[in-house]
């Protein structure tokens, strides 16, 4: 048999492991960004029956560059533009080998204390960075913790919402741009689809209209249901639009409902100054937020930030302690067990990887990455709006740009089929990613930036092979 | 700003790291196996607010070793034998840090092919590894899928079970020696504790009791409720006790409910098919099972294999589509999504480190480790069996061993003060570590072989350490 890889043997394969990623970063640009490969084929270039003797880990490696490559689709390449950015840098990866070779379970504060206390420096700093109020901190009654995704933050924000109503007929307000995993944490919760309201939303600005708000949560309440929890989105996923959280806090607040701020694409971005006025009456009405470092800020997945305003209900809707967990720190009530915090047990020490990030960039990295996406979606904004073959989608405030192209006397019917045929001939082309959302019923293009290698050569070469496509396109009509 | 790390840099930085955990690696003996820190010290020697201005990477590793460190509880220590380990391995560690590398996002099919068919391929081989059944392939009618951890899979297992039975006044079937994640699944997913049944157990083997499950079964179905799932368990938390899955399953199928098996920690050893009747009724009766390569399989955390032999409920209980997920490949059908199998949207590659384990061990290496530890489980069984002082309780088929100090002339709750002191005394010796459990209402101390650095001298030690302190504290009374 093969046997443990001995610390020797670690050292060995380990360095050829770096030595493959920092190829592969360097020269990245060589793949086509979106795979080609067909359903089943990675599969079927794949044993079907495991090996029944140990193999050398360079077949691993020969095995990674043959059959897996061809399907993956480069969400580190430049020209990475579709849904959001999943950021990895350099020291995120680093901070995650180490947690890896450390090998720690941090369920408990007791079962490895600088796995807890490592997290609530770091998720204290940044709130600090984000300019996120002081009482979420978590030496005051707030906290914020590392979750995988902002799908699991929103459920446990819901979870700890309906412990403080009280199970009820519970009511849950979204609205149509609110991302998807709220209508599936309701349906996790046992909330009812016919319990998620879906406020209506201004239709220039897709952002919720809080006199509706505050009329169907009266109306509920009247009919006997407990309004529960609203959900507030900085940054939709559509088209990253803004609800007014400051009207809808003061609606909340009324009617002593929970808000849920779900910022997870674009609350990192609050690192700017310039960019504070996003999370305007977050500070005063939020009881949750989540954003994702692993989005924007340079840390890769799973690395979700939630705060809760007051952590009481979530841990009380969260804990349960059999007799194989208890020990003396837990009971002393001077530590924090982050397992009360989320829906699994066990956790990684991922606090190490936004450690060596807030470091390895500090607060000025951070901003000139977060400014840079910026900038660089302004300058393309700027190309569509003056082309005329386009419509740019305003505002476009973060890395987001969307836009539609014009057919002209094309049905809408043909012309966002003419749109999807475009984004398809743009994938296929392997120069570039983009995907697609759907704006006021119309087929639009969304063009993420945020990739920390993207510059504006990559964002000029790819608004150039889009109007190269399109009249192209345009031609063959 | 220190700007990103470039590929150059990345290599690095990174190979200091490899060095870093190959170091730690072979030097993990030298540290107190359980941290000594008090609560609040790691936090109190890193600073309270973010640097503005970046950090050279090599500081990231300065603060690991000074503050850090002091604070960790060495889960892959050869004298680690509290909980249940948390195996590490070069392959795994290097799988992982693959995946971090990459950078990908596993959330469709279309987003990365290759990190969902390689998922689909190395949950195969381990249903193959383990004898489980062929229809549990993702070729037939069920399928794999990586989770987390057991508790988010025994959540996702329960949201199944929901979907088939219907919502209503749904009941599920537990017993005293169940996982508190089962307890917490139902409370995340609106099930209330009045509807959470407790079946008794047998008292000496800890296993449930099948007759007195029908009979609950029997009498909810009549006051109107829905009966929906019963939790068996292969290995409990507690003990290691092993629920009649057989018996269970019968009356599941009479009775039209669903049966989910939690062998988080045992499922495993299937690997030996010595010990493949630990799954004896699995195959005909179980509608959902989950095990943890995270656990004693050599795969890092996180990494529980969930299974279900029919993946329509799962689906269909989880399954969100905005339009913005939406592409061609999830809609012809032919492709998997994982994220409608899990809780979270966004999923990492962490197939890649449960197929480097898979490859460098090869079935010969796993089969190797589980016997090694249950060989070093026996052994110490003996050992303890063979003591006047001690009392061994039986049966202790995998690698936990539990066992209790008599503590002679001393009532019941002083025996067990007693028994809590030698364990604390042991616990800070920094020698070993390992924790506790109650059985039949007494302290008992458990003993959990597996981490993969762990030899047959170090459980030796171990046992004349136990012994040793035993016999002191026998003296000072």
Redesign the interface.
Known sequence: ???????????E???R??????????GIESYPVR?R?R?????AA?P????????P?K??LAD?DA??????????HPSFF??FP?????????????S??????GML???????T??E??VV???A??LGLPEHWRTDARGGGVIE?????GS?VAL?AA?RRAG?GRNTVYVSSQT???L??AA??????SENVRVVDVDPDTLAMRPEELATVIERDRRDGATPTMVCATIGT??TTAIDPVRRIGEICAEQGVWLHVDAAYAGVAAVCDELRWINDGVAEFADSYVTDP?KWLLT???CTVLWVADRAPLID??S??????RNA?TE?G??IDYRDWQ??????FRALKL??V????????LR??IRSGVAMADELAGWVRASEDFALLEPHPFGLVCFRPLWANLSETDADAATATLR?RLNDSGELYL????VGGRMTL?LAIGA??TTREHVRAAWQHIETEYRALRRMD
Chains 1, 2 share one sequence.
């Open positions: 048999m093969a046997g443990h890889m001995s610390a020797e043997e670690f050292r394969h380990g360095k492991v770096i030595d493959w990623i920092a190829d592969y970063m360097a795979s490969v359903p089943g084929e990675v599969r794949l079907a029956y495991p090996p029944e003797r140990g193999e880990f077949r691993v990674l059959i897996l490559l061809p399907g993956v689709t480069h969400w580190q579709a849904y999943a950021n990895t840098s350099g020291p995120a990866i680093l901070g995650d080998l180490l890896s070779g450390l090998g720690v379970q504060w007791a079962t490895s204390p600088a796995c206390e490592l609530t420096v204290d700093w940044l600090e960075l995988d995704s902002a799908s699991s459920l979870l309906v199970r991302h998807s995993s209508e599936k349906a996790i919760a046992g909330i009812g996923t559509s692993h890769n997945f799973d809707a969260l349960v302690v059999p007799e194989y967990l720190a002393s001077e530590v829906i699994p047990l066990g956790r990684r450690w060596a807030l470091r390895w960039y500090g607060a000025e990295g000139e990455h398809e995907t697609h959302t759907k969304r920390p290698a």
